[in-house]
């Protein structure tokens, strides 16, 4: 629901904040289709029809730029294929758990991967495509992961590791949430996932869990030794764009990296904090 950014999202989704000019769930989109994912299923909630509209065409949008001579190279990625994106509503905000059930009738017999916009990936190639290229080789279930902060382990799925090679760790078991001082380890889970589709008959039945609600984490943990189960470490930079000062990092490390504003926002910063 947005919460930690209302007034902003009263009447806006979170997923539609932008970062520098595109919004949260556009990097999302665009991160899995640079992996090869074929059909988007976008697991929305009432109030949240901007983000449909996004991904639409805009007539009127359109007809004034060509009529001003204007470019609308800038709406490509916004413009998806017919049929290459599906909308699912999630009727009550009962968790990730029960937001990726939601779409288990479209997944079908397949495995699929969860993205989530609020968690901002920067990395050369994107994320999930590195995660992609790893399902290639090992299958199974693919989790993304980093390493935090002791003291933040509490506020995150965090794995059991077990067998490491390099940027690869075995998952032996996952933990929502832990108190301080419990966590198996400093390996947190973050917004990505490949996972098999059986997943879907756990989640049928999952109880609520932490928060009080439907965890994705609780029916990974499920699974875990009937189904192999890896932690890919990200290489790149994550920013919480769920938190409001992790949402103005990732603006400051977007603008700084563009060729079209980096020189100037840089120059900005600097003065800034010269004063």
């Not at 999202?9 to 520098?20: F, H």
């Not at 990936?121 to 299958?139: F, S």
Request: hydrophobic share 40%; charged share 25%; with cysteine.
């Amino acid at each position: 629901m947005g919460t930690r950014f209302l007034p902003a999202t009263k009447a806006l989704p979170k997923e539609m904040l932008p970062v520098v000019d595109r919004p949260l769930i556009q990097y999302a989109v665009d991160e899995a289709l640079e992996a090869g994912i074929e059909q988007i299923i976008l697991v929305t909630g009432r109030g949240k029809s901007a983000i449909e509209d996004h991904f639409d065409i805009a007539y009127e949008l359109e007809t004034t730029l060509r009529a001003r001579g204007k470019s609308l190279a800038l709406l490509d990625q916004t413009r998806l294929k017919p049929g290459a994106v599906v909308y699912v509503r999630q009727q009550e905000p009962l968790g990730l758990g029960h937001a990726v059930w939601c779409a288990r009738h479209i997944v079908g017999n397949e495995p699929f991967a969860v993205l989530l916009a609020d968690d901002f990936m920067l990395g050369t190639p994107g994320c999930l495509k590195q995660m992609v290229e790893v399902y290639r080789e090992i299958g199974g279930n693919v989790i993304c992961a980093q390493e935090v902060a002791e003291d933040q382990t509490d506020k995150y799925g965090i794995v059991q590791p077990g067998t490491r090679h390099g940027a690869l760790t075995e998952v032996t078991g996952l933990v929502e949430k832990p108190p301080l001082g419990t966590a198996p380890s400093n390996l947190a889970v973050i917004g990505r996932y490949i996972l098999q589709p059986e997943i879907m008959r756990v989640l049928e039945t999952q109880e609520k869990g932490a928060g009080g609600e439907i965890q994705l984490t609780d029916a990974m943990a499920a699974m875990i030794g009937d189904q192999p189960f890896h932690a890919v470490t990200f290489d790149g930079r994550r920013y919480d764009c769920g938190d409001k000062a992790g949402y103005i990092h990732a603006n400051l490390a977007v603008a700084l990296a563009r060729p079209d504003l980096g020189d100037s926002v840089r120059a900005f910063a600097v003065d800034l904090l010269a004063k």
